[in-house]
């Protein structure tokens, strides 16, 4: 059996490494020139540590983590607000979490294919012939590959899903914020934040701050604005959308790289009634994007590219796998993006009652008889257990 898929991020390499292992012929397609350098920092708790265990990730997720040790609030003058201890979470979500940048998790998932993957960098779709015997790709290069399954693990925008679905418009629920990452090079703030993820305690827009091992500092920010289209220059858009926030801030905004080093897009989520069409099928945000507030994408992105693989494995007839597929994984997705539709006007207020109450509410986490219930909350407590997942070693 052989399947192309398209989109080398975590559930593309992830569904990769997988189909490889159960004797899949697979390859993988990849718009950019080469392996993402753009990303924020991510929780792995230990139902997906249970996934990387059985993928064999998990000595070298180890090896890649960050030692965060807290969360804090910050104000405009440096004084915290708030904060919880990542102990917390850690316990709630059933284990210690690990912490570290998507482009590292990237690197692991690349590091652990084997040499029977084929993949490819600066290379996409151009068409697809999709019927009930396969598929056929034709590709940028003029060259075709023909598969028994096409996979779209493209990502929020997924290319794949505008050739089998049509426009992204009818199945994108824009949820009223814009996001942006970098990494910029500041010893100074990166001596200020000791280990800890600092969150700025402002109305309408925030930015946290993680420093890395090679002495930068990761940056994200997210905004209110009630319109989804992105600027023709993101930089210069966070200049101005960030601008008069303090602590570290101004420092961030003065070291902020080029557009070409910003990550920068919607917080949006995907709703679609259906996945798979003929050998067609989509994974990750291209079908289940529950959106940034969840902060749990790289968990269910995982998560559903080994319940796909599984499925392909344990099922004679592919049309019967991505079924079961959806069976499965389609429920857990739809009550992930009802709770973060319901919880967002919390992620960054826009009112100061709202701004004060979420500040009480980080530090009533601290207090030892609602622990658990607080630490659920950042981790994500339903993220899917193994048993929900079927994630099994071949």
Known sequence: MKAVICGAGIAGLALAQRLDTFGWEVV?????????????MIDLSGPVQDAAGAMGLLPRLRQLTYPVREAVSIDH??????????????????????SLMRPDLEQALRESLSHRVDLRFATSLVHIDNDVTGIRAILTDHSSVGADLLVGAD???????????????RYLRYLGFHTAAFVFDAPD?????????CLTDTLGRQMGFYGLRNGKVAALAVHRTPDPALPD??????????????????????RCPSADHIYYDQVAQIELPQWSRGRVTLVGDACQAVSLLAGQGAALGMAGACILADQLHRTDSVEAALRRYERIWQPVIA??????REAARWFVPDAAWQLH?????????????????RGAALAGESTPTSAETGIRKP
């Open 28 to 40: 993988v397609l990849e718009t950019a020139p080469g392996p993402s350098t753009h990303g924020y």
């Open 77 to 98: 003058s440096g004084q915290i607000r708030a904060l919880l201890t990542y102990e917390q979470p850690g316990k709630a979500a059933g284990g210690q979490l690990l």
């Open 155 to 169: 990502g929020l925008h997924s290319t794949v899903r505008s050739m089998a679905y049509g426009d992204e418009a």
């Open 189 to 197: 703030v990166h001596a200020r934040l000791r280990n800890r993820f």
């Open 233 to 254: 220059d993101v930089r210069a858009a966070l200049l101005r959308e960030y601008s008069g926030l303090g602590w570290v801030t101004p420092r961030a905004l003065e």
């Open 335 to 340: 009550d992930e993006q009802r709770t973060v």
């Open 357 to 373: 109450f979420r500040s009480g509410d980080l530090k009533a986490g601290s207090r030892s008889g609602i622990n658990h219930y």
